[in-house]
């Protein structure tokens, strides 16, 4: 059973790897989004 | 002696990340959104909506989609506007002939069930259903054969619904004198 001292360790430890992770799965998907829509949404014209 | 601050427990930790993440999370929608608003209001791009209602029943014998008023036709005051059936499983006609870097107008129906065309390498994409006209306002940049198959399943000759959507450069759209391009009087 680990003691609240370590607990509290563990738990400050949690947050910097899910926001490594998320970032990093968030920062793909925008740059593919708007790759997409810069070099192939935009040039294929209007239409409305 | 002034009070010492309140330790930092792990709940506020994540509480800040989670702060901090919602507002990064903000500004990736907002720049969405910015990219969004600057296609529809500078380049003018939007989802067609233009909402019109036929009758599927008599698609054939109403004015505008009866056979002879199929395909491209120039308006006298200089609008070309493109006609197309998408029935099981052909549009009709096939080829529609069409010039490039001028504004032309799709206009689709159905008779039978729910169709819907996309034309390659361009933006072109929309739901055809029974009881409406689908609307399609666009220019073709680049000459030349662009495919438009069906992409909604239609049924079990889905596969071969292709039609063919033949861009030329503006000198060579030479409409017949009742305004009409068809691609085979090329």
């Known amino acids: ?48 | 002696m002034p009070p010492a601050p309140p330790p930092v427990t792990s709940e506020g930790r994540i509480s800040r990340f989670e702060l901090r993440w919602a507002i990064i999370a903000c500004c990736a929608i907002s720049a969405i959104m910015v990219a969004l608003i600057y296609a529809a209001l500078v380049e003018h791009m939007a989802p067609p909506s233009s909402v019109e209602t036929v009758d599927p029943q008599t698609l054939h014998l109403s004015a505008e989609f009866t056979e002879a008023n199929l395909g491209t036709s120039v308006d006298a005051d200089g609008q070309i506007t493109s006609r197309i059936v998408a029935t099981q499983f052909t549009f009709d006609p096939r080829c529609i002939l069409l010039p490039a870097n001028r504004p032309v107008t799709l206009r689709f129906a159905s008779p039978d069930v729910i169709h819907g065309i996309l034309v390659t390498g361009t933006n072109v994409n929309t739901m055809i259903v029974p009881g409406y006209v689908s609307q399609v306002h666009t220019i073709f940049t680049h000459p030349g054969d662009l495919l438009m198959p069906c992409h909604e399943f239609c049924g079990l000759g889905h596969s071969e619904m292709i039609a063919t959507v033949r861009v030329v450069p503006p000198e060579d759209f030479k409409p017949d004198g009742q305004g009409r391009a068809r691609c085979d009087a090329r």
């Open chain 1, 1 to 48: 059973m680990p003691s609240d001292d370590e607990l509290a360790r563990v738990l400050a430890e949690v947050p910097r790897g899910a926001l490594a992770l998320t970032g990093l799965a968030v920062s793909l998907l925008l740059v593919a989004w708007f790759l997409i829509y810069v070099f192939v949404f935009i040039p294929r014209g209007t239409v409305n």
